[in-house]
């Protein structure tokens, strides 16, 4: 199985910073990766696909960028609905899996 | 709008079969562009994607190595629905248990989510 590893685990930042969150890949997955983000309580939402495509009713402050096996989530200027854990997933190969989450907080 | 209405028991005995049920509204469990998926997820585990169908010309299953023995997933296309059941449950399968719609590898569309625990 191709093994995600994302980085940090956690993160702590304010209202209007921006953030990045990186994500790598075991293997060459080309940009079959894609990124999430999940409230408590509630199930995932894609954010991107396709390592820089924004899904449908996403903000613009979200983007995403790389290929092969390094890839980067980016919000440009966190809001308060911002705060929640991020995930990688590859879609390259199956089983598509996951990277373990990144954890936003609020500083 | 695409819609996944899960349905199941949230407490089940070890050695026992965990079934759950994802109804489809808005789209076909026929299409022929999409798979549905059954996901978990768990403190010591994560996101776990564990089993897929799909219609491409003939129905099509997938599973997670971890637990093809004992899983299998199913397709009612009369209710438009699609089911899972795990056979032989033990404490580690404790988890949130997710129905997800898959087109291009990205889940697109994901049920509500079902806490399931197995314990007597």
């Known amino acids: 199985d191709i093994q995600m590893t994302q980085s940090p685990s956690s993160l702590s930042a304010s209202v209007g910073d921006r953030v990045t969150i990186t994500c790598r890949a075991s293997?060459?997955?080309?940009?079959?990766l894609n990124w999430y983000h999940q409230k408590p309580g509630k199930a995932p939402k894609v954010l991107i696909y396709?390592?820089?495509n924004l899904q449908n009713g996403v903000p613009s402050r979200f983007s995403g960028s790389g290929s092969g096996t390094d890839f980067t989530l980016t919000i440009s200027s966190l809001q308060p609905g911002d705060f929640a854990i991020y995930y990688c997933?590859?879609?390259?190969?199956?089983?598509?899996?996951f990277g373990q989450g990144t954890k936003l907080e609020i500083k | 709008q695409v819609q996944l209405q899960q349905s199941g028991p949230g407490l089940v005995k070890p050695s026992q079969t965990l079934s759950l049920t994802c109804a489809i509204s808005?789209?076909?469990?026929?299409?022929?562009?999409?798979?549905w998926n059954w996901i978990r997820q768990s403190p010591s585990r994560g996101l776990e994607w564990l089993a897929r169908?799909?219609?491409?010309?003939?129905?099509?299953?997938n599973y997670a190595p971890s637990v093809k023995s004992r899983m299998t997933i199913s397709v009612d296309t009369s209710k438009n629905q699609f089911s899972l059941q795990l056979n032989s449950v033990i404490p580690e399968d404790t988890a949130v248990y997710y129905c997800?719609?898959?087109?291009?590898?990205?889940?697109?569309?994901w049920g509500q989510g079902t806490l399931v625990t197995v314990s007597s």
């Open positions: 169908t799909y219609y491409r010309s003939n129905w099509q299953n």
């Open positions: 396709a390592a820089s």
């Open positions: 997800a719609r898959s087109g291009d590898g990205r889940y697109d569309y």
């Open positions: 808005g789209d076909s469990v026929s299409s022929n562009t999409a798979a």
């Open positions: 293997q060459n997955i080309d940009t079959y």
């Open positions: 997933q590859q879609s390259y190969d199956a089983p598509y899996t």
